[in-house]
């Protein structure tokens, strides 16, 4: 499966089959913990080096596995600003992705300095609230893996979209362009596209032509 969602229309939107967590550079090459751990992880930094993405990487692969996620792609990348974390993920799991990527890099730090980030768990579970519309539909983040896995198969449970799967699945059954972003799924491209409102999606049995057959690009 692509990394990218989609082709070329829409592109100030387009979704992406991906959750990335940036490390930021500070002054003395060392980084920071960036995203939610920004709050929970202030004025604690640790070096970025091989080790510490070995770790991160494994346990996101972990993750992934258990979730049942099978493309391909975790990604660390180090440009002039710091350090990009990426992983591939489902279209309708991506603030799951975000979850799993974000606890793979804190259980890392922790482990890698258990005295360090002994405040880290607590930190993150403050914060989670301190973000959230609504507390009582916090899923409380945790670093123990046990515990963080089943914590991310019921933000999956809450985050699925099976009908958007199953359209998303059809088309890439018969080679359709589609487009995925916030608020639109478009099947096909060019003249022949169709788009549909996320909110309202058509059962693949609905799709004219036999599960979207019909939408073929015109060039």
């Not at 709050?39 to 070096?47: F, H, I, K, P």
């Not at 793979?104 to 922790?110: P, Y």
């Not at 300095?113 to 519309?133: F, M, V, Y």
Request: hydrophobic share 45%.
């Amino acid at each position: 499966m692509s990394a990218v969602c989609g082709s070329h229309r829409r592109p100030k939107t387009e979704r992406r089959h991906r959750a990335t967590v940036r490390l930021i550079e500070a002054s003395d090459g060392r980084q920071p913990v960036l995203r939610r751990q920004r709050r929970a992880a202030r004025d604690r930094e640790t070096a970025v080096d091989e080790a510490l993405l070995a770790a991160w990487r494994a346990r996101a692969e972990r993750a992934r596995a258990h979730l049942g996620w099978r493309m391909r792609g975790v990604v660390a990348r180090r440009h002039a600003g710091g350090t990009s974390l990426a992983l591939a993920a489902p279209c309708d799991q991506l603030f799951v992705a975000t979850e799993v990527n974000e606890w793979a890099l804190c259980a890392a730090l922790l482990a890698r300095d258990p005295h360090h980030w002994s405040g880290l768990e607590q930190a993150l579970a403050a914060s989670a609230l301190e973000d959230a519309a609504d507390a009582s539909a916090v899923i409380t983040p945790v670093l123990d893996e046990p515990a963080a896995f089943a914590r991310f198969e019921r933000l999956g449970a809450r985050e699925a979209r099976p009908g958007l799967m199953a359209l998303v699945d059809a088309a890439n059954e018969r080679g359709l362009p589609h487009l995925l972003d916030d608020t639109l799924l478009t099947l096909g491209a060019g003249q022949g596209g169709r788009d549909f409102e996320l909110a309202a999606l058509p059962d693949v049995a609905d799709v004219p032509g036999a599960s979207c057959a019909t939408f073929r690009p015109r060039w």
